[in-house]
């Protein structure tokens, strides 16, 4: 089974700050990897898939990059709105894994 | 719209069975891998099962293998979780999704549904 592990387990940023989170996979997904963000009480949204395409609606100042075993979710300008957990996947369509969730805040 | 709707959770006793329903609109069953991920209260995601576009394939996660089953009804367009042996750590909120593409991620979520194993 694929292993996935995101860092850190929490950031505190400031408004405007460049933001970035890493994923990190136990063996090689090529660039089969999911990004979602997650606000309290609702449902995942998606994000990012293949590694660094942004899903339709997704504001632009959200990216994703890497390939292998180790990816970024970047958000070049953190804003209020982007509160959330963001979680990064593996879609394997036999084993799909999760990683463990990335809680950002307002410094 | 697209739309997905979980329903069926409740508080149910160690030990005992329960079934989720996920009802869709906007889409057919029939043309896309179905998932169930849960999340436990304060916890991360965890993905359950998949089932795909044609049905003819089903695959679990190790924590759930040999306890819950999903199916689909093609001719309702639902999607069902049935849930046996239940565990306390099988308390959590139960989300249904839909497939964006192979390898894509998950696109469409429900609302979640509350499932409570407790004596």
């Known amino acids: 089974d694929i292993q996935m592990t995101q860092s850190p387990s929490t950031l505190s940023a400031s408004i405007g700050d460049r933001v970035t989170i890493t994923c990190r996979a136990s063996?090689?997904?090529?660039?089969?990897l999911t990004w979602y963000q997650q606000k309290p009480g609702r449902a995942p949204k998606l994000l990012i898939y293949?590694?660094?395409d942004l899903e339709a609606g997704v504001p632009s100042r959200f990216s994703g990059s890497g390939s292998g075993t180790e990816f970024t979710l970047t958000i070049s300008s953190l804003q209020p709105d982007d509160v959330a957990t963001y979680y990064c996947q593996h879609p394997d369509p036999i084993l799909v894994s999760f990683g463990g969730g990335t809680k950002v805040e307002i410094k | 719209q697209v739309q997905l709707v979980e329903s069926g959770g409740g508080v149910v006793q160690p030990g005992r069975s329960l079934s989720l329903s996920c009802a869709v609109s906007?889409?057919?069953?029939?043309?896309?891998?179905m998932h169930w991920v849960r999340q436990a209260p304060g916890r991360g995601l965890e993905w359950l099962a998949v089932i795909s576009y044609d049905g003819n394939k089903r695959y679990y996660a190790d924590s759930v293998k040999g306890r819950f089953t999903i199916s689909r009804d093609v001719s309702k367009n639902i999607l069902h979780l049935q849930m046996s042996s239940l565990r306390d750590d099988d308390t959590a909120v139960y989300y249904c999704?839909?497939?964006?593409?192979?390898?894509?991620?998950?696109?469409?979520w429900g609302q979640g549904t509350l499932v409570t194993v407790s004596s």
């Open positions: 999704a839909k497939d964006k593409g192979v390898r894509l991620g998950l696109d469409y």
């Open positions: 906007g889409f057919l069953v029939s043309g896309y891998g």
């Open positions: 063996q090689t997904i090529y660039t089969w």
């Open positions: 293949k590694a660094s």
